[in-house]
């Protein structure tokens, strides 16, 4: 301890300390990033059926493997609900493609999905995704590429992206992954887009042996 007729001198020398201390700008809180992984259901058969062909369901087995490779493991993943019957090949059937398509990587990344919104409820979806428990997350959504195009752009429109970015999703592209980035700081909302691809069309036509 130091002597008592120190301690004025030592209260002098602290005093610019303090004053820094007192007048130093706060420190600025890390902007949150989020990242929505956008990919469509895999193959379809002719019919419809709301289903997979078997080289759809080989595309899902093979999945998990080059989305965990891109962007690690997501934090949320999402799939439209299969409870909802969609017109497909003339007739009404369970629309169960994007669940199907995405369970695999669900099921390696031990989550549970989320289908909640029917696949016409793109603006509900939306809403959830602008919740607050997801804007620091990696979040995978499966879809039908026609809702999915209409999404990205109507959510880059409203976050200072640039929807014309957004390329047409072709009815025979189920390789493209649609990647929006969120940087979210202060209140303010900031959305990009990339154009990636899963590199997996060419998959087996038969279905994997039991």
């Not at 497909?88 to 169960?96: I, M």
């Not at 695999?104 to 016409?120: C, D, H, K, R, W």
């Not at 493209?176 to 990636?196: C, M, N, P, W």
């Amino acid at each position: 301890m130091k002597p008592a007729r120190q301690l004025p001198s030592l209260r002098r020398a602290l005093r610019p300390l303090a004053l820094i201390a007192c007048t130093a700008p706060p420190l600025l809180a890390q902007a949150a990033e989020q990242k929505i992984i956008f990919i469509r259901h895999a193959e379809k058969p002719d019919q419809g059926l709301g289903q997979l062909n078997c080289q759809g369901l080989n595309r899902a087995l093979a999945l998990p493997a080059v989305l965990l490779a891109k962007f690690g493991k997501p934090d949320f993943v999402f799939a439209s609900d299969p409870h909802e019957k969609k017109p497909d090949g003339g007739q009404l059937y369970n629309y169960v493609r994007p669940l199907l398509t995405v369970a695999p990587t669900a099921v390696q990344a031990g989550l549970p999905i989320n289908t909640s919104f029917g696949f016409e409820d793109i603006k509900g979806l939306q809403r959830e995704l602008a919740a607050p428990r997801y804007q620091n997350a990696v979040v995978l959504v499966a879809w039908e590429h026609k809702k999915l195009e209409d999404m990205v752009k109507a959510m880059l429109a409203g976050m200072g992206g640039q929807p014309g970015a957004v390329p047409h999703w072709k009815g025979g592209d189920f390789d493209s992954i649609y990647v929006l980035t969120v940087q979210r700081d202060g209140g303010k909302a900031v959305a990009s887009f990339r154009h990636e691809q899963q590199q997996l069309d060419g998959q087996a036509a038969a279905c994997p042996k039991p």
